[in-house]
Structures are given as C-alpha cells and as structure tokens.
C-alpha cells in the first residue's frame, strides 16, 4: 500500500544550522507531496506542497522539491531559528477523496 | 477568512462514556475529514464525509461514527470509551474538485481527549 517513510528523529541543531529531513514515499499513481508542522500542544499547519514532478514548494524559508524519480520530497531550510522548534510530518494525497497518509513525523529542536 | 474550527478544545472522560466533538470547516470547503493523533505518532485516517455520507474508512470499529451537516460542519462520536482512545482528535476541511492540487486539506487544532 502507499506509504511515507522520514528520517527518525529527534535532530537537535544549533540556530542559523541548515536543516535537512528526509521524506520518501511509496504510491501508485501521481500524488500530491505535502510537509505539515505542529507546535507543541497544536494542531497541524500546511508548510509547504508539491502537486507534480520538480515542483518546488517553498514557505517561510523552508523548501522541498518533489523528485518521482527517487521518489523524495526532502525538506530544506538554510538557516533554522529557535522558533523552528516543533515536528515535522511529510504527507501524501493521491484524490480530494482520498485520505491524508503521513510519516511517523520528525521532532526538531533548535538551540540557541 | 476563518480557519477550521474545533471543540471543545479539552475533554476528559471516563471509560464507557460516549463524546461528541465538533468541527467548522474552513470557509468555501465541503469535505471534512478526521483523524486521531496518539501521543508520539502521526495522524491515523477515521474517516471523511462528503454531501452528509461517509464516503471513506480508516481502520477504526464502529464505535466512532460521525455526521456532516448541511453547512458542511461535522460532529465525530466515540461510544464505550477505552483507555486507548485516548489522543488527539483533529478535523481536516478540503474542497472537492476534479483538478490536481486543489485538494489540499487543512486541519483545526484539534480536540484533546483524556479517557480516564
């Protein structure tokens, strides 16, 4: 079945380090690459996302490029602040019918 | 422009009690999914409704069950609480369309519910 694996966390940086989290994905078809982000004790906020091959989705510094060819959507960020601190889940959507499938999710804390 | 909308935003019940939470989606969306959140792990897929009918299923017993409403807005309903149902509950809203990318979903903040 379609699935989404990340690296595992928790990755601990410095402020101003690059960041990098990787995200693979196993499904049929064309989906849509997604990256959410939830703060302690929120809910999940829309980073970024990727509807097609090469598409590049960008938002607050961070961005992810959608490679089918080594079906990856890594994401990047150059330059990461203390206030980056929370976890990051990688997602796919194949239809608007369809369920959101995620990773397992990577925790990131920034210190300063 | 509001966003999705939840409640209550905390719960605590016992086990074999039955709950009700409540979901507004985003303005112009149509669909409302849920999922449940266990502490340490991603999302796990409930279930999504469209035009008031369930329309698809995750893995989860009849106990839940939910209800869409004409203004799109959504109620999630777990009888006979167990210890294990303990999480967090979060409501997605999304716009049916036959074009690629504008299915995105987008989620509320999500109902905390501690079973005791």
């Known amino acids: 079945g379609d699935s989404v694996t990340q690296m595992e966390g928790p990755v601990t940086l410095s402020e101003e380090a690059f960041l990098t989290i990787n995200c693979t994905y196993t499904a049929t078809g064309y989906p849509s690459l997604f990256w959410y982000v939830q703060y302690p004790g929120e809910g999940l906020q829309l980073l970024l996302k990727?509807?097609?091959?090469?598409d590049k989705g960008s938002n607050k510094g961070f961005e992810a490029t959608y490679r089918k060819e080594t079906t990856s959507f890594h994401l990047e960020k150059g330059s990461v602040q203390v206030s980056d601190s929370a976890v990051y889940f990688c997602?796919?959507?194949?239809?608007?019918?369809?369920?959101?499938?995620f990773g397992p999710g990577t925790s990131l804390s920034v210190i300063p | 422009d509001a966003g999705v909308t939840q409640s209550p935003t905390h719960l605590i019940k016992t086990r074999g009690q039955q709950v009700t939470l409540r979901c507004s989606p985003k303005s112009g969306h149509d669909t409302v999914s849920w999922y449940q959140q266990a502490l340490g792990q991603g999302p796990q897929f409930i279930f999504q409704y469209y035009e008031e009918e369930e329309r698809q299923r995750g893995n989860f017993p009849d106990r839940f069950s939910g209800h869409q409403f004409p203004n799109y807005s959504s109620e999630l309903n777990v009888n006979a609480l167990l210890l294990g149902d303990s999480a967090l509950y979060l409501c997605a809203s999304s716009l049916q369309a036959s074009q690629k990318g504008t299915d995105t979903q987008y989620f509320g903040p999500g109902t905390r519910l501690t079973v005791l």
């Open positions: 997602a796919l959507l194949k239809t608007s019918y369809d369920k959101v499938i």
């Open positions: 990727a509807t097609k091959a090469d």
